[in-house]
């Protein structure tokens, strides 16, 4: 039996990405007179999409949204990556899983480019053989095109994959692809996920290894 596919969303799930999307929302709010906004603030709303992202942590600040979200990733696209960001644990568990011949992809609704960017400056690009972004389909998450899109690129199958992610647009798009849902607690939008099909849950990474080994066995069984 061929080893499974995994498809992990990016914010929240692999890296702590909220201070430099802080920053960059920091950016947008001096220009208009506003002061910093911290990443306490943005982590809740990462989860909720970048619409309400922007609108929510600028407030009154906040304008026509479409400008707000163009002028927000024109300045997070000027932020260098921290690779403090990066949740403990990540590395070795993808190291683990990619010399156990496991095909990995990043499916974000961060756009593509902004997302090979923080992965590449991060270290982290080797490990995929797919980055699905927001804007590389015509849809998005929770739809389900942007995972079948990535298990068809790194040669999965539905019947052999697992959906990593922190959020109920997570859960959803699993759901609606047919994927287990592995949801990691640690996250940004563990909360919202409340009444959705949750078929294993981790709270560091180390423990994320043994949920993926033992769902190997059962599936082997």
């Excluded at 909720?48 to 163009?70: C, F, I, Q, Y």
């Excluded at 990540?90 to 010399?99: C, D, H, I, N, W």
């Excluded at 640690?186 to 080994?213: P, T």
């Amino acid at each position: 039996m061929s080893p499974p596919a995994l498809l992990f969303d990016l914010d929240g799930t692999l890296v702590d990405s909220a201070m430099g999307i802080a920053v960059a929302l920091s950016v947008v709010a001096a220009a208009r007179g506003g002061g910093s906004i911290g990443p306490d603030r943005v982590r809740p709303l990462v989860s909720r999409g970048v619409v309400e992202l922007v609108a929510g942590a600028l407030g009154p600040l906040a304008g026509d949204s479409a400008a707000d979200v163009h002028a927000f990733r024109a300045a997070l696209a000027e932020v260098s990556a921290d690779p403090g960001v990066i949740f403990p644990g990540v590395v070795s568990a993808l190291e683990q899983f990619g010399g156990m011949g496991m095909p990995m992809a990043v499916v974000t609704n961060k756009p593509e480019h902004l997302a090979r960017r923080l992965l590449r400056d991060l270290g982290l690009t080797a490990y995929f053989q797919a980055i699905v972004g927001g804007d590389t389909l015509a849809i998005a998450k929770p739809d389900p095109a942007p995972l079948r899109h990535a298990l068809a690129a790194i040669g999965g199958h539905s019947c052999e994959a697992l959906m990593i992610g922190d959020s109920a647009v997570d859960a959803q798009a699993a759901a609606a692809a047919g994927l287990p849902f592995v949801l990691y607690e640690g996250g940004y939008g563990a909360g919202e996920c409340a009444g959705h099909d949750v078929a294993h849950r981790f709270s560091s990474f180390e423990a994320l290894i043994e949920v993926i080994e033992r769902s190997s066995k059962t599936r082997a069984a």
